[in-house]
């Protein structure tokens, strides 16, 4: 994230008529490399044996300590020092499902291994943010701080504070995010750590619980995030996001219910966009959907999975320019929906446009658009157009990817790539002198940020190449990691792929000298393969008519299914008209009778209503397990 706005002269229209477009072949394997290769540049913690970017060093080594707890790893989301939660989920969302889509092509060009590290470098540090079941780290850091100094990571001395959140301080758009990641990245690991790919499915059955159960807005929680991160969407994508990618990692059926259960209420089936982001997930949770629908794995909820699918086929109409309300493009064809990092959306939208132009061709399958039915192909031309045009076929005959090409940006916003290597001048960069000294100097970087994707050009396709013009020579994670999968399919060619057959990562090809393992993280307990570790079933028991009015008696038996003993509970009853018998009320809730405590494992206890009409509705507010 960058500070110091600064006006962006406007280049006259025609001009972009006289410029020479760069229509050649690329390399999209070279592309593949170079942009899983731009991860390594933004890892915060201690670097490992195998690192490639060796003008990094070690970082970061006290996050989280002044919280009793081990934070040390993650990534740097952008050009700054600060490790933001929900882009860094997002980030290890979309690295693992293009991993999951095309990890075969990356075999191929012998980069999977390389993207799988990616994938566990994220993964790693969000188990250390995740040390208890309810309760999540979001964000080590401070913007405000931060933006202050144009320091090296391995400089730093802003306030490296940790942010949390928690039942009292909720945040489900930030703990459904974690959830995706952690279930797409179980996915990824299946086949080659399976032990790894089922902790991180312990932990991400843990984070949707927390994040259905206690719901709110991880900025109100986390408010020195609001400026930076602020989550204008909601969370109601980020629980429904969470719900398909723990489908899709664990085939349990109560997920694809949750789907079903909560599509129209939640958006998933109402939300027409014409976006796709680390704030606004609807577009991918109506993709996937649409993919399960695909798959006959939609069962009664078939026609909620459909409305699901519309909205999709929506989206990509709109991307091709055959919808009812189609997306902003640039004289020269790059979607645009902002000045600021615009290069996000183009990247993330053609992720989507390329597998859902797979799953379209596997099920032999149309695109619904509202001037008629298009060819699935054109998804993947309109894709293969937006990466091309990143590469280089632009107005400017300029590749947004730094490394990539002979005409590249040089002066990237980005602290580490703009300051002389601390290895090659290990001389501390005070605060304010990186702003005098680095900041300031019209030069080329002393270090390539090889592989990051910036920003990119404003609505006319014009680009400045400053270092000051955050807006567009920022890069981003979230820039790169949707493009990896993109990457490796137009480098994998025209063969047929069937993407809606069971997913098979590879093992990656051995490495034969291995650097020395980390330490193994400390495992957090296991939780119940449900969204609930709490039962509640009602029936009526018998009923009467007094003085020409019915009355029934229900009741309703409450199960810990867990293996723990349960605590705490609290019930909220609504719709209830009459008395109940066998539960303790305090304030709106109702918790334990007065001779119980606690419910074992297993265990059940039964209270009893009555009623003038049809049954109340009774759910769980909150509990313990210990």
């Excluded at 723990?246 to 958006?267: F, I, P, T």
Aim: hydrophobic share 35%.
């Amino acid at each position: 994230m960058g500070k110091f706005p600064r006006p962006i002269s406007m280049a006259p229209l025609f001009l972009l008529l006289c410029l020479p477009f760069a229509f050649a072949g690329h390399d999209y394997s070279q592309a593949l490399s170079k942009s899983i290769l731009f991860f390594e540049a933004q890892r915060s913690g201690y670097l490992p044996r195998n690192q490639r970017i060796t003008w990094r060093a070690n970082s970061g080594l006290n996050d989280g300590k002044a919280s009793g707890v081990d934070l040390v790893g993650g990534y740097y989301d952008a050009g700054d020092n600060v490790k933001f939660g929900l882009p860094m989920a997002f980030t290890v969302t979309m690295m693992s499902w293009s991993i999951i889509e095309y990890g075969k092509q990356m075999a191929a060009n012998g980069e999977l291994r390389h993207a799988m590290e990616a994938v566990k470098w994220g993964a790693d540090y969000f188990i250390k943010a995740h040390p208890r079941p309810y309760v999540l780290y979001g964000e080590v850091g401070d913007g405000n701080s931060d933006h202050y100094c144009w320091q090296r990571p391995e400089d730093m001395t802003t306030d490296r504070r940790a942010y949390k959140i928690d039942p009292t301080n909720p945040g489900s758009d930030l703990a459904g995010e974690t959830a995706a990641a952690m279930a797409a990245a179980s996915i990824v690991f299946r086949r080659s750590n399976p032990a790894y790919s089922r902790e991180l499915l312990r932990h991400a059955y843990q984070l949707f619980e927390f994040a259905d159960k206690y719901r709110g807005k991880y900025d109100s929680s986390i408010t020195v995030a609001q400026k930076y991160y602020r989550s204008v969407s909601g969370y109601n994508d980020e629980l429904l996001w969470a719900a398909a990618w723990l489908y899709q990692a664990s085939n349990n059926k109560y997920y694809l219910n949750y789907l079903g259960r909560n599509g129209d209420s939640m958006g998933g089936t109402g939300w027409a966009m014409t976006e796709f982001g680390w704030d606004v997930k609807y577009a991918g949770v109506q993709t996937l959907v649409a993919k399960f629908l695909m798959q006959g794995k939609a069962g009664h909820h078939a026609p909620v999975f459909e409305r699901y699918r519309q909205k999709a086929d929506y989206f990509m109409c709109s991307l091709i320019g055959k919808g009812r309300r189609n997306i902003q493009k640039t004289p020269g064809g790059l979607i645009f929906r902002q000045r600021w990092n615009n290069m996000q959306f183009v990247t993330s939208a053609s992720f989507l446009a390329t597998v859902y132009s797979d799953y379209l061709t596997s099920s032999r399958g149309s695109l619904k658009c509202a001037s008629g039915n298009v060819a699935p192909s054109q998804l993947l031309s309109f894709a293969k157009s937006q990466v091309d045009y990143l590469l280089g076929d632009n107005p400017r005959a300029t590749s947004y990817m730094v490394g990539y090409g002979n005409n590249y940006p040089r002066q990237v916003h980005h602290r580490g790539s703009s300051i002389v290597s601390i290895k090659v001048n290990p001389k501390f960069v005070a605060c304010r002198q990186g702003y005098a000294t680095w900041y300031t100097r019209k030069a080329s970087d002393p270090n390539v940020l090889t592989g990051a994707v910036v920003g990119g050009p404003d609505a006319y396709d014009n680009f400045a190449d400053e270092r000051d013009n955050y807006e567009q020579t920022e890069p981003a994670t979230y820039n790169n990691a949707p493009l990896l999968g993109i990457l490796a399919r137009l480098a994998g060619g025209h063969g047929r792929y069937n993407q809606l057959l069971p997913v098979a990562v590879p093992a990656p090809n051995p490495v034969i000298a291995k650097p020395k393992p980390a330490p193994k993280p400390k495992l957090t307990p296991t939780p119940p393969l449900s969204s609930s570790p709490i039962t509640i079933t009602q029936k009526m028991t018998t009923s009467w008519n007094y003085k020409g009015k019915t009355y029934y008696r229900y009741s309703t038996v409450v199960t810990n299914k867990s293996y723990k003993t349960l605590k705490d509970l609290k019930l909220s009853i609504s719709k209830l008209y009459g008395p109940v018998w066998g539960l303790t009320k305090s304030g709106s809730s109702y918790g334990f009778p007065k001779w119980l405590n606690s419910l074992p494992a297993g265990k059940s206890l039964e209270f009893v209503y009555i009623h003038s009409a049809s049954r109340a509705d009774v759910s769980v507010s909150s509990y313990n397990l210990a």
